[in-house]
């Protein structure tokens, strides 16, 4: 067929391999040629509302006018210019925006491209930083189940899974521990007891573990185990690339906690979901640690499109528009609507266990929690879902919501009641493996 004549889907089968699909099964990829809001359109016009933010990125709908009026004055002006030595206007003004909203105790902005990059800065700033004060550390504590992006550093202190299985002799040893709780607290704390000596730092994704499961804990159990790891000698790594930005119902999740990290990573909503863009920020100690007359002290980590002005001018429109009364008022009300709509499906013969933080709301089916990835007891739901136009994208056995915050209630309330008549329909059979 002659390529004119073939559609986008046709054309991107011939050429793009696409993440986290398995290719035998795939089929052809939907394609999408516009957005508005929280809406996408499909190259048949048919529309989507896209209810997991496109893979938890946009904030605040598709094609902002206001963000894009803003790229685009970027563009006119300078579209690129080399971090090294040089800098620009829309970083310096994003760094000082940022660091008005994030904890007090963070003082410098390291950029890089994404989420994944975000954390492999953070894991070379901490081991530098040992051994730059003459007390190198080799061991990082991350919980199981967690997810951290899929660099080698990154894969190496996220959960094992079959995500990682090819890769496991070639990643470094992690200290892994289960997630918090009132009753193996102890446990857990006499077990780093054991090794703290060797762990460097303590990486975490607080609150929610999303690639993991969309698993909640209680951030009380998180504080004592954070204050617990910083009493042993351990840099704090928060990973809010998933959870920040609103998602938690404050602007990070950092503002439920009592003690703050020594190192956040950030990505994800930071530009809106306008393009990549990904941020390490760090305390003044660790960035003390780095200013010395050894040249081999420095820390050599850098992106050929670190602090890209497009990217951060981007970000300043989207921390412009989350600041606003307007937004935090959004984010309010979808807090409000899931927890309706949680009361109402936990009942649900189908639904094992519901849980939600801020607007993140997550739910598992059948009848024994288990929450794996590579379970498929959603793809039904998805493939149904996606004909009644609602982009939900499941984790194994578990569905979720996340959507952009200008998703309206009409809108919610018609994912909410697709859910239920999905979940209910007889030609949706949902059994345990």
Same mark, same amino acid.
């Given at each position: 067929?002659?390529?004119?004549?073939?559609?986008?889907?046709?054309?991107?089968?011939?050429?793009?391999?696409?993440?986290? #699909? *398995?290719?035998?099964?795939?089929?052809?990829?939907?394609?999408? =040629?516009?957005?508005?809001?929280?809406?996408?359109?499909?190259?048949?016009?048919?529309?989507?509302?896209?209810?997991?933010?496109?893979?938890?990125?946009?904030?605040?709908?598709?094609?902002? *006018?206001?963000?894009?009026?803003?790229?685009?004055?970027?563009?006119?002006?300078? $579209?690129?210019?080399?971090?090294?030595?040089?800098?620009?206007?829309?970083?310096?003004?994003?760094?000082?925006?940022?660091?008005?909203?994030?904890?007090?105790?963070?003082? !410098?902005?390291?950029?890089?491209?994404?989420?994944? #990059?975000?954390?492999?800065?953070?894991?070379?700033?901490?081991?530098?930083?040992?051994?730059?004060?003459?007390?190198?550390?080799?061991?990082?504590?991350?919980?199981?189940?967690?997810?951290?992006?899929?660099?080698?550093?990154?894969?190496?202190?996220?959960?094992?899974?079959?995500? #990682?299985?090819?890769?496991?002799?070639?990643?470094?040893? =992690?200290?892994?521990?289960?997630? *918090?709780? $009132?009753?193996?607290?102890?446990?857990?704390?006499?077990?780093?007891?054991?090794?703290?000596?060797?762990?460097?730092?303590?990486?975490? $994704?607080?609150? =929610?573990?999303?690639?993991?499961?969309?698993?909640?804990?209680?951030?009380?159990?998180?504080?004592?185990?954070?204050?617990?790891?910083?009493?042993?000698?351990?840099?704090?790594?928060?990973?809010?690339?998933?959870?920040?930005?609103?998602?938690?119902?404050?602007?990070?999740?950092?503002?439920?906690?009592?003690?703050?990290?020594?190192?956040?990573?950030?990505? !994800?909503?930071?530009?809106?979901?306008?393009?990549?863009?990904?941020?390490?920020? /760090? #305390?003044?100690?660790?960035?003390?640690?780095?200013?010395?007359?050894?040249?081999?002290?420095?820390?050599?980590?850098?992106?050929?499109?670190?602090?890209?002005?497009?990217?951060?001018?981007?970000?300043?429109?989207?921390?412009?528009?989350?600041?606003?009364?307007?937004?935090?008022?959004?984010?309010?009300?979808?807090?409000?609507?899931?927890?309706?709509?949680?009361?109402?499906?936990?009942?649900?013969?189908?639904?094992?266990?519901?849980?939600?933080?801020?607007?993140?709301?997550?739910?598992?089916?059948?009848?024994?929690?288990?929450?794996?990835?590579?379970?498929?007891?959603?793809?039904?739901?998805?493939?149904?879902?996606?004909?009644?136009?609602?982009?939900?994208?499941?984790?194994?056995?578990?569905?979720?919501?996340?959507?952009?915050? /200008?998703?309206?209630?009409?809108?919610?309330?018609? /994912?909410?009641?697709?859910?239920? $008549? =999905?979940?209910?329909?007889?030609?949706?059979?949902?059994?345990?493996?």
């Amino acid at each position: 067929m002659h390529i004119q004549n073939q559609t986008w889907g046709q054309r991107d089968s011939a050429v793009n391999w696409h993440p986290f #699909t *398995p290719l035998k099964t795939a089929g052809e990829a939907i394609a999408i =040629v516009r957005g508005e809001g929280a809406y996408l359109y499909d190259e048949n016009g048919k529309r989507y509302i896209d209810a997991i933010a496109s893979w938890w990125v946009n904030l605040h709908g598709h094609a902002h *006018p206001y963000i894009a009026e803003q790229v685009s004055d970027q563009l006119r002006t300078l $579209e690129h210019v080399i971090f090294a030595g040089f800098t620009h206007p829309s970083a310096v003004a994003l760094s000082e925006a940022l660091l008005e909203v994030l904890p007090g105790n963070q003082s !410098k902005v390291f950029y890089s491209d994404n989420g994944s #990059t975000a954390i492999e800065v953070a894991l070379k700033m901490s081991f530098q930083y040992a051994y730059n004060r003459d007390q190198p550390k080799s061991t990082v504590l991350a919980f199981r189940h967690g997810y951290h992006g899929d660099t080698f550093g990154a894969m190496a202190v996220s959960g094992r899974s079959g995500w #990682t299985e090819p890769f496991a002799d070639l990643l470094f040893d =992690v200290i892994h521990i289960d997630l *918090p709780t $009132e009753a193996n607290l102890p446990e857990i704390q006499a077990f780093i007891d054991h090794h703290a000596d060797q762990i460097a730092c303590f990486v975490y $994704e607080p609150l =929610v573990q999303g690639a993991g499961g969309m698993r909640m804990y209680e951030a009380a159990h998180l504080d004592t185990l954070l204050r617990y790891c910083r009493s042993k000698g351990m840099l704090l790594v928060q990973d809010e690339i998933f959870v920040g930005f609103g998602r938690t119902g404050r602007m990070f999740a950092a503002d439920h906690l009592t003690e703050k990290p020594d190192i956040m990573c950030l990505s !994800k909503g930071l530009t809106g979901g306008t393009m990549p863009l990904g941020v390490t920020t /760090c #305390t003044a100690d660790i960035h003390e640690a780095f200013r010395t007359d050894n040249v081999y002290g420095t820390l050599f980590h850098g992106h050929s499109f670190t602090a890209n002005p497009l990217a951060c001018r981007a970000a300043l429109a989207s921390l412009h528009l989350l600041k606003s009364a307007e937004t935090q008022a959004a984010i309010a009300r979808i807090a409000h609507q899931h927890a309706q709509f949680r009361a109402r499906v936990a009942t649900h013969a189908i639904i094992h266990s519901v849980r939600q933080c801020g607007v993140i709301l997550a739910m598992n089916l059948g009848d024994d929690g288990a929450d794996s990835y590579f379970r498929n007891q959603c793809k039904p739901v998805f493939g149904a879902l996606l004909q009644k136009g609602i982009l939900l994208r499941p984790l194994g056995n578990v569905l979720y919501l996340v959507p952009p915050y /200008c998703i309206s209630d009409a809108d919610l309330q018609y /994912c909410y009641d697709s859910i239920i $008549e =999905v979940l209910t329909e007889s030609v949706i059979e949902i059994s345990i493996e």
